[in-house]
């Protein structure tokens, strides 16, 4: 670097020189204006004119005037400005020193030097990029400035339906109230228990919606976290807030309106009205509840794997608190699954204070196709759980080389083989033979077998399952996978 104080060196060398009666030399001089080019250098087509042109043209060396050397170096002089074509070189500066030495003292040399320093420092300067982006200038070089620009955009009451009262009460005449009996007053607490609860399940699911997978979005548009797939982490649950709201909208709103119009009471037969949340074809819950668990293991070993999306799920964890006080991502994500669990339990509860004949077998028939439909999903979700836990196993057993019948020889008939190998493969994944259901695995443990040949001992391990048993022990080759010795 051009400092002040290499420079101070130059002069006292010069000085000393001087006083000493001894010129400093052209020559001398020369290769020091020649290093302070040589570290300055520019990426330029201009070529470095030679010293011995310097040397020719017998500049003789500043003379020290009066002035201490500690008077300021800021700069009188203009700044050296850039050519059109391109960044100007060091060179091009010091090109005509010897011209300016001969009209200049010691100090407007020392502050033209310091001119040109400040310049090629400055356009020396490296650009700034980011990791992942270097778009336009003015936006958002990293992934933490880039959230706080979006959440400032983002439309966080979206797609969650107004609630203009707060009690059922507000809805009906005070006369209507005062003249109910317990179990109708508590008919009443239950039906709009089950109206608050939903309009909060969908306001959750709008949270997520709005203030999470929004600004993920807005990252992948902006080029980051651009390997982390939207569905991987957040499912369906776009579609899951369209079920719900269909909910609302069909029998819920359609609830409250007729209450407020008339100032009857709220009529639960209204809830057993035409909806696709309780019907199992095409139902996005199927799907989010049998996938919730891949999902949460996709968001772990990101997490591990990439600190953006790390840093991404801290913001999510910390806006969800400002929003919804105690909740986490992982409550958040789980409310789909938790809230459809619940319907039964609401109904019933309504038909327990239900009186009306009518109204409770119609609230009857409600209640059992809900109980039916949660069923059904909580079996398949059971199903893909046990399929998972059974991939595991397979994937920690040598299944593959394992015969399920001794070997026949090479002497059986060729024909006999055939019909033995049909049977002689096993698959942990397969239904249970005969009778045609899905295989459960229940229990795994570790214990050491008793050899019948000698009196060693051997570690085994043991995976209990709804139909049979197996004995493992580990492999020494090469895939360390546990082999089969019993069935």
Known sequence: MLTPSFIRNIYKKKDHARRNSQALRPRRYIDEIKELSAEFECNTNH??????????????????????????YSSTLPRSTLHKSGARSLHDDTADIPDRLNRSNSLEFDEHISSIRRTHSEKEKPETESSEYSGISGKAKSISEQMDRIKSNLNKAAGIPPLDFTDWKELVPQSVVQGLGKKDMEQQHHIWELVTTEHNHITIISTVINSLLTCLKELHNENFLTKINEHDVFLNIERIREVHLAFWNECIVPLIDKAKDTGELLDPEILTGSSHLFEENLNPLFEYCIKYIESRSYI?????????????????????RVQHNKLGVDDMLIKPIQRIQKYPILIKDILRKTTDDDTRSVLSSFLEKVKGFVESLNRQKEEKEEQAKIEGIKERIGIESYSVLPSVGHNTNEQINQMLNKYNKFDLADKVPLLNTQRKFLHETSCKLDSKLDSKTQDVTLFLFSDHILVTRPNKGSKKKNRIIKQ
Do not use: M
């Open 300 to 320: 772990k070993s990101q997490q591990h794997k990439n600190n953006d999306f790390k840093e991404y799920i801290n913001w999510c964890s910390n806006e969800i």
């Open 47 to 72: 070529k470095v004119k030679s010293a011995e042109n310097l040397c020719s043209s017998n500049v003789s060396p500043p003379q020290l005037g009066p002035r201490s050397y500690s008077t300021s």
